[in-house]
């Protein structure tokens, strides 16, 4: 059934342009002299209103068939909208198309920036040296210590170190900007 009605409506379609064409064009008029036109295209001329206005006929029911149809569908479909089920039924919509990338979004650069900051305080700790709290005097007065970075017995695996880092920030970012985010 739903085969039927697609082809009547392609049909409809081409043959509501083929008969707006045809309205179109025939308004123009057009003189030529009788000698370079052939046998049938005198005869043609004579039975081509009667074609012309049975095709135009055909696609003007179609056309206000159609645009009829769709008035009451995009009515319905207004009236459908403004109720709680219509409201709830768009939500759902937006979401089958747009969730993933909201859930990316919302979740994904929280954890891409929690990963950076622990990150960072690993790179402190082996590397750079950080600051300790020695003495604590009420709320704001504090006294701190420098603390040296990680005393790495070879150079060779402060160098291994680096270069896991260096490797493991990188890898977070890509994974975090090419699968969750994006």
């Not at 095709?55 to 459908?80: P, S």
């Amino acid at each position: 059934m739903r085969t039927i009605g697609l082809t009547i409506l392609l049909t409809a379609i081409a043959f509501g342009a083929h008969a707006q064409s045809q309205q179109q064009d025939g308004e123009k008029l057009v003189y030529v002299q009788q000698k370079y036109v052939s046998a049938e295209g005198l005869t043609h001329a004579a039975t081509e209103p009667a074609n012309v206005t049975k095709w135009l006929g055909w696609g003007k029911e179609i056309g206000t068939a159609m645009n009829e149809g769709l008035a009451a569908v995009v009515n319905q479909a207004e009236r459908f909208g403004t109720t709680k089920v219509g409201n709830f039924v768009m939500v759902m919509i937006a979401w089958k198309i747009i969730g993933k990338d909201v859930v990316g979004i919302v979740l994904g650069i929280p954890i891409l920036i929690a990963g950076i900051c622990i990150w960072m305080w690993a790179l402190r700790r082996f590397f750079l040296g950080y600051r300790v709290v020695v003495k604590r005097e009420g709320f704001w007065k504090k006294e701190y210590a420098h603390q040296d970075p990680y005393d790495f017995k070879d150079s060779e695996w402060r160098a291994a170190c680096g270069f896991f880092m260096f490797a493991l920030i990188c890898v977070w970012v890509g994974v975090m900007l090419g699968c969750v985010i994006f």
